[in-house]
T-cell receptor, first 112, second 110 residues
Framework: GAVVSQHPSRVICKSGTSVKIECRSL??????MFWYRQFPKQSLMLMAT?????????EQGVEKDKFLINHASLTLSTLTVTSAHPEDSSFYIC????????FGPGTRLTVT | GQSLEQPSEVTAVEGAIVQINCTYQ??????LSWYQQHDGGAPTFLSY????GLEETGRFSSFLSRSDSYGYLLLQELQMKDSASYFC???????????FGQGTELSVKP
């Protein structure tokens, strides 16, 4: 499998500010990573597919200018939530595509 | 459209066997995966079926019938630590994208 880390694990930010979440593939060269959002007691909703060296592909209804994704290397993808609002508070999880999808531990974002 | 249906909750006792069903309706299908997620944790991969039939991995087995657009996860010899949410997910295309079901919360009682 692949070992995936995320940083930070928890973050609290004020409304209107931006926050960056890092997803690292520790033992696998990941051409493709995925970003999900999960609200309490709900399923994982795919936000975007992150491809190394190219623009991310966003799912319908996800604002690409609000959720900026950068995948500049085979081991790192970042998600920046810009101008965060309380409704953006959620659990953000990344995954790495190897033989299967392997998930990071998630980042809990709280916007006050 | 794309949808996956699975029961929202299942309760069982330690040592028992439980089956979690999943039916799907998707535009593309490249296999059915199952993931386990403990509260507040990351989803962990359990099994994958690309072809019809049963796949067994220890106490867990997964079944797929493509003609019925149906699969299930079978958990045997239930343990308290199996209490978690279980998600079925369809691989939608060769790009590896997963479409998740709503999840089944399994509660194992002593």
């Amino acid at each position: 499998g692949a070992v995936v880390s995320q940083h930070p694990s928890r973050v609290i930010c004020k409304s209107g500010t931006s926050v960056k979440i890092e997803c690292r593939s520790l033992d696998f060269q990941a051409t493709t990573m995925f970003w999900y959002r999960q609200f309490p007691k709900q399923s994982l909703m795919l936000m975007a597919t992150s491809n190394e060296g190219s623009k991310a592909t966003y799912e319908q209804g996800v604002e690409k200018d609000k959720f900026l994704i950068n995948h500049a290397s085979l081991t790192l993808s970042t998600l920046t939530v810009t101008s965060a609002h309380p409704e953006d508070s959620s659990f953000y999880i990344c995954s790495v595509l190897a033989d299967e999808q392997y998930f990071g531990p998630g980042t809990r974002l709280t916007v006050t | 459209g794309q949808s996956l249906e699975q029961p929202s909750e299942v309760t069982a006792v330690e040592g028992a066997i439980v089956q979690i069903n999943c039916t799907y309706q998707t535009s593309g299908f490249y296999g059915l995966s199952w993931y386990q997620q403990h509260d507040g944790g990351a989803p962990t991969f359990l099994s994958y079926n690309a072809l019809d039939g049963l796949e067994e991995t220890g106490r867990f087995s997964s079944f797929l019938s493509r003609s019925d657009s149906y699969g299930y996860l079978l958990l045997q010899e239930l343990q308290m630590k199996d209490s978690a949410s279980y998600f079925c997910a369809v691989r939608d295309g060769r790009g590896g994208k997963l479409i998740f079901g709503q999840g089944t919360e399994l509660s194992v009682k002593p």
